[in-house]
């Protein structure tokens, strides 16, 4: 299993992705994919997301089942506690708070 | 509205989560440690899963609120507040003895010296995988099994290559005792809260152990015995060997690993009902004058022992 979500792409990466993946949701895009189809695919993004965000998951043997990959600046930034992989929730840069 | 919150079963859960730092409280009905970072900068807020977890272990340097609490306890997680390298200083969060039938069952077999004879035995075979010699006393067997481990401590060390000098730990003073003891104690720690969480969410007593006696977590000791040498013994002096910068760290990590791979969760429910099915009475029943619930229970997702 594979669902990638893209956040403020660009149309012509969102038309690439459709070429493998099954857009459910505007922006979320979901298939079965091996791991080479799964890189040769986030390659795709990684060319293509410009100023926006992406989030793969997909299917692993470990003790969450799952794993994900993130690019692009996002206010979720994956953290890592002791082997647990959580999401953090930073919040925005705001001038008058720093 | 959305439906009630429900627990789900400790073997589709993930084992552990270790909380260093935070206030954690409830945000949208999320579970989320808050780091404040400082005073002048917004709060980092990280969502845990707690209801897809078996226990969370809240180090020195955390708060938890009120409603935290609540929710850990609604959805049937564990809290444990444990000390410097895991050490457990009080833990609470899923209250146990959510079925009496289960603890006047597990009482019966503990009180009963030829019942308890025969889950003594029975926790002995699983653990070394073979009957151990008949007509011997919980005593008698219990030497045995001082033997046996003391042999098995020596062997694995010898294994990866740790110098090994006995298990020795001072409760008082966690920094004295040497790395591969350190080791040990923090990977035994972890597996004592996903036994404890599995205990509980069974619905029996973790206080009335077969084995081990006098304790609170005593048949929690009891049924960690049974996985602790082909779990986190192994994993902790693997730990020790590499001598990482971070071993507590390196211990959780390899602790994680090698419970997704022995399916610990899986087997360790099943296991437990194997272990008192030796003693082989029937559950009790009701007496017949008993008064039933006046509001049935409500469809339960999660484990016997868990409150719906």
Known sequence: MLVIVLENAPPRLR????????EVRAGVYVGTYSRRVREHIWNQVEAGIENGNAVMMWYANNEAGFEFQTLGPNR??????????????????????? | MLPPLKPIPIKERLSI????????????????????QGFRVRPVLTHIPVGGVACIMLEPGTRVSHRAVALAARVGTLLVWVGEAGVRLYSSGQPGGARADRLLYQARLALDESLRLKVVRKMYALRFGEDPPARR????????????????????A????????????????????????????SATAA?????????????????????????ALSFVYDVADIYKFDTVVPAAFQVAASNPSNPERAVRLACRDIFRKTRLLERIIPDIEEILAAGEIPRPEAPQESVGPAIPNPENLGDAGHRA
């Open chain 2, 17 to 36: 989560v270790f909380v260093e730092k935070g206030e954690i409280d409830v945000v949208d009905g999320a579970f989320v440690v808050v780091d404040s």
């Open chain 1, 76 to 98: 979720r930034l994956p953290a890592d506690w002791d082997g647990v992989r959580l999401v953090s929730f930073h919040p925005n840069a705001d001038e008058s708070d720093v």
């Open chain 2, 137 to 156: 006393s919980v005593e008698q067997l219990r030497g045995i099994e001082g033997a046996r481990v003391r042999r098995t401590y020596q062997l694995l």
């Open chain 2, 191 to 215: 597996l004592y809260g996903v036994t404890e969480a599995a205990v509980l969410a069974a619905g029996y007593a973790p206080a009335v152990g077969f084995i081990h006696t006098g304790k």
């Open chain 2, 158 to 185: 010898q294994k990866f290559g740790v110098k090994w000098s006995g298990r020795a730990y001072n409760p008082e003073d966690w920094d004295v005792s040497d790395l591969p003891n350190r080791c040990l104690s």
């Open chain 1, 15 to 22: 038309g690439r992705l459709a070429v493998w993946l099954l």
